[in-house]
């Protein structure tokens, strides 16, 4: 950390991971239809994780696992042909979308958790940190429907044409997530 602009976007780092996270979920709001929706999405990722990668910056062994995901996530978002011919193509990806928001959370949840600070960087990494748990099951979901199609059948997706399911398993991940929160919270 040298240069003093690496040092200012660090300091920054969890406003940035969560502006990421906004474009994540709501990127469908700002660009609705499929208007190059995929490659538009790919490089939403693509930037997700590369500002995983500020939040992962003092934990050596975390950045060095951030940094293989983004170059792997970079390798498949090119590549023309599918590493494994047996399987979805977009398996590969989930489980790099998976694994990474896995290792964010557990970063920014133990960073919150040590800091002595008061400020709203730490309400906002909670906030980052708690996405990303609903971002970790979200992507369990989409591998488990990818590897297993079908198994999400109940969910409410019967009117296509306003909700895809990957929508409908982003909103039964974080509905599980904040069930699951408040059902805890009280005695």
Known sequence: ??????????????????????????????????????????????????????????????????????????????????IFPTIDPLVPQIAIYFAFHAVVAIVLIDEMLVTQEENYRVVLGVLSGYISIGMVSFFLFILIEHMHPGSFKGLPIENIETRSQEEALMYAAFITLMTIATATSYP
């Not at 690496?6 to 906004?22: A, I, W």
């Not at 208007?35 to 050596?60: C, P, Q, R, W």
């Open 1 to 82: 950390m040298r240069s003093k602009r690496l040092k200012d976007l660090f300091n920054h780092r969890v406003e940035v991971f969560l502006f990421s996270q906004m474009m994540l979920m709501f990127g469908s709001l700002i660009l609705p239809g499929q208007t190059l929706e995929a490659h538009v999405f790919s490089a939403f990722y693509i930037f997700n994780i590369a500002t995983g990668m500020l939040i992962t910056l003092k934990k050596t062994q975390f950045f060095r696992l951030v940094a293989v995901l983004l170059g792997c996530s970079l390798v498949l978002a090119f590549l023309d042909t599918p």
